[in-house]
C-alpha cells in the first residue's frame, strides 16, 4: 500500500517528480543567467555610430580649440603690425622735430624708435601671412539618427547608416595599404555624407507633418515630397553600396610589395639547412 501511494499516475514516485522538478529549475535558472550574460556582454560591445559619433565631437572640440588659438595668434600680430606702425610714425615726427636743431640724443632715439618699431610690424605682417588656418576635422560625419519605423526612407537610412559604418572601417586599412585611395575614400564619403544626412533630416520633418496633420493638404504634400526624397536617398544607398564593393575589390587585388612567401622562403631553407648541419655535426660525433 505504502509503495503504491507513493507512485503519481504516471508511475513516477514522488521523490523522482521532485527530483526532476530541481534539476529542471536549474536548468531553467543556468538558461536564464546564460542569457543575461550574453546581453550583458552584447551591451558591452562598442557600438560603431558611437564611435564614429563620439570620434566626430571629439574632432570637432580640438578644431574648435584650434582655430580659437588660431584666432588669437592672428589678433596679437595685428596688434603688433598697428603698434609697430604707430612707434615707426612717432618715432619718425620725433627725428624730424630734432633735425631743424644740433640733433640731440632724442632724435636719434626717435629714428632708432622708428627703425625697430617698423621691424617688428613687417615681421608681424610676415608672420600672419605664414599662419595657416587650422584644417578642417577628417574624421568621418557619423551616420544621421534612425527614422521612425513607419516612416518613409526608414528603411534606405537605416541601410545607408550601416554601409557608411562599414566604410568607415574599411578606409584605415584602405589607406594603409593604399594612401592615394584611402584618401579618396575618406574624401568622397566627407563630400557625400553632409548631403545624405540632409535628406534624412527632411524626411524626418516631413514624417512629423504627414503625421501630426492626417486627411490634410499638407499631409499629401508632405507624402509626396517624402517619396521623391526617399528616392533620392535610395539612389545615394546604392552608390554608397558600390563605393563599398569597389573598396573590398581594392583590398582583395595583389600587393605591389613581395608577398609573404617570398619574404620568408629564404629564412626557412637557411633554418633548415642550419638544422641539417646540426644534424649530420651530432652523427659526426657519435661516431667518434
Given at each position: ?9 504516471g508511475?513516477w ?31 558591452s560591445?562598442?557600438?560603431?555610430g ?17 582655430s ?13 603690425m ?10 619718425l ?20 624708435m ?13 608672420a ?23 516612416a518613409?526612407?526608414?528603411?534606405e537610412?537605416?541601410r545607408l ?22 584618401a ?6 566627407a ?10 533630416d527632411?524626411?524626418a520633418v516631413?514624417?512629423?507633418?504627414e ?27 546604392a552608390t ?19 608577398g ?8 626557412v ?7 641539417d648541419?646540426?644534424g ?9
Amino acid at each position: 500500500m505504502d509503495t503504491v501511494a507513493k507512485r503519481s499516475r504516471g508511475g513516477w514516485s514522488d521523490d523522482r517528480a521532485g527530483e526532476l522538478a530541481t534539476r529542471v529549475g536549474a536548468g531553467l535558472q543556468r538558461g536564464m543567467e546564460l542569457a543575461a550574460a550574453w546581453k550583458a556582454a552584447r551591451a558591452s560591445l562598442p557600438d560603431p555610430g558611437r564611435e564614429m559619433e563620439l570620434a566626430h565631437r571629439q574632432a570637432l572640440a580640438r578644431h574648435d580649440q584650434e582655430s580659437r588659438r588660431y584666432r588669437r595668434r592672428v589678433e596679437r600680430l595685428r596688434s603688433r603690425m598697428t603698434a609697430g606702425i604707430v612707434g615707426a610714425g612717432t618715432g619718425l615726427v620725433v627725428f624730424a622735430a630734432a633735425i631743424p636743431g644740433d640733433l640731440e640724443w632724442w632724435g636719434w632715439a626717435g629714428l632708432g624708435m622708428s627703425a625697430v618699431t617698423a621691424w617688428s610690424g613687417l615681421d608681424a605682417r610676415r608672420a600672419v601671412r605664414e599662419l595657416a588656418p587650422p584644417k578642417a576635422p577628417s574624421v568621418p560625419l557619423p551616420p544621421p539618427p534612425p527614422l521612425p519605423p513607419n516612416a518613409r526612407g526608414a528603411t534606405e537610412a537605416a541601410r545607408l547608416g550601416a554601409l557608411r559604418i562599414q566604410l568607415s572601417g574599411v578606409v584605415p586599412t584602405v589607406e594603409r595599404l593604399h594612401p592615394g585611395a584611402g584618401a579618396e575614400l575618406r574624401a568622397a564619403d566627407a563630400e557625400a555624407a553632409p548631403a545624405l544626412a540632409a535628406l534624412v533630416d527632411r524626411l524626418a520633418v516631413l514624417h512629423r507633418i504627414e503625421h501630426d496633420m492626417p486627411a490634410t493638404t499638407a499631409a499629401a504634400a508632405a507624402g509626396s515630397a517624402a517619396e521623391e526624397v526617399r528616392q533620392r536617398l535610395a539612389a545615394g544607398a546604392a552608390t554608397y553600396e558600390r563605393l563599398l564593393a569597389a573598396a573590398a575589390a581594392l583590398l582583395a587585388a595583389p600587393d605591389l610589395n613581395r608577398g609573404a612567401e617570398e619574404v620568408l622562403a629564404p629564412a626557412v631553407e637557411a633554418l633548415s639547412a642550419y638544422a641539417d648541419g646540426l644534424g649530420r655535426s651530432a652523427a659526426a660525433f657519435e661516431d667518434r
